[in-house]
T-cell receptor
Framework: QSVLTQPPSVSGTPGQRVTISCSGG????????VSWYQQLPGTAPKLLIH???QRPSGVPDRFSGSKSGTSASLAISGLQSEDEADYYC???????????FGTGTKVTV | EVHLVESGGGLVRPGGSLRLSCAAS????????MNWVRQAPGKGLEWVSS????????YYADSVKGRFTISRDDAKNSLYLEMNSLRAEDTAVYYC?????????????WGQGTLITVSS
């Protein structure tokens, strides 16, 4: 079962800014860093953001992450059609002694 | 470029066993921790298991504890998942992914996945 809660879907028009929330608790988001993954249809997940707000090389700066307390968020600015995908947050959970993923959010452009 | 390739998926009867493999290339395998993450059809991602460098520590999700065993062979640059007492709810695409450590780390590279179907 998913420990981190995300909205099932968000939508926007090209060029718009959208945000995806990720809500957790004291044993995961509050005590760990958050990473975000993009999963395009029919493909494996791809790292989008790590350490709350760091973009790996090659990830456009349209993607940004932030964290505060027990919540994190991913923002996509200048939304493009190729951003249509499922997005997942993840963190280590100290109580479960394992990684936990968010419920996933489908972005529609 | 880092490459992870899973294999061993297929159709298996409930109660059966299967062994997944993940072949790694283009990085020093022994310097990384390795993980299995699965995704049931139409569902979200679920972490399954992690193994540290030198196989010192292993971690399992409660849903697979006692039934699955993660292992690695650094000489062969390979990761494995031994799956026993399989259930219908284990049906999923299984991905291997690497992390620099276990805990406050992230999955930076993923394989393409291998599908396990548990059905009679």
């Amino acid at each position: 079962q998913s420990v981190l809660t995300q909205p099932p879907s968000v939508s926007g028009t090209p060029g718009q800014r959208v945000t995806i929330s990720c809500s957790g608790g004291s044993s995961n988001i509050a005590s760990s860093t958050v990473s975000w993954y993009q999963q395009l249809p029919g493909t494996a997940p791809k790292l989008l953001i790590h350490s709350n707000n760091q973009r790996p090389s090659g990830v456009p700066d349209r993607f940004s992450g932030s964290k505060s307390g027990t919540s994190a968020s991913l923002a996509i600015s200048g939304l493009q059609s190729e951003d249509e995908a499922d997005y997942y947050c993840a963190a280590w959970d100290d109580s479960l002694k394992g990684y936990v993923f968010g419920t996933g959010t489908k972005v529609t452009v | 470029e880092v490459h992870l390739v899973e294999s061993g998926g297929g159709l298996v009867r409930p109660g059966g066993s299967l062994r997944l493999s993940c072949a790694a290339s283009a990085f020093t395998f022994s310097n990384y921790c390795m993980n299995w993450v699965r995704q049931a059809p139409g569902k979200g991602l679920e972490w399954v298991s992690s193994i540290s460098w030198s196989s010192t520590w292993t971690y399992y999700a409660d849903s697979v504890k006692g039934r699955f065993t993660i292992s690695r062979d650094d000489a062969k640059n390979s990761l494995y998942l031994e799956m026993n007492s399989l259930r219908a709810e284990d049906t999923a695409v299984y991905y291997c992914a690497r992390t620099l450590g276990i805990g406050n780390y992230y999955f930076d590279y993923w394989g393409q996945g291998t599908l396990i179907t548990v059905s009679s």
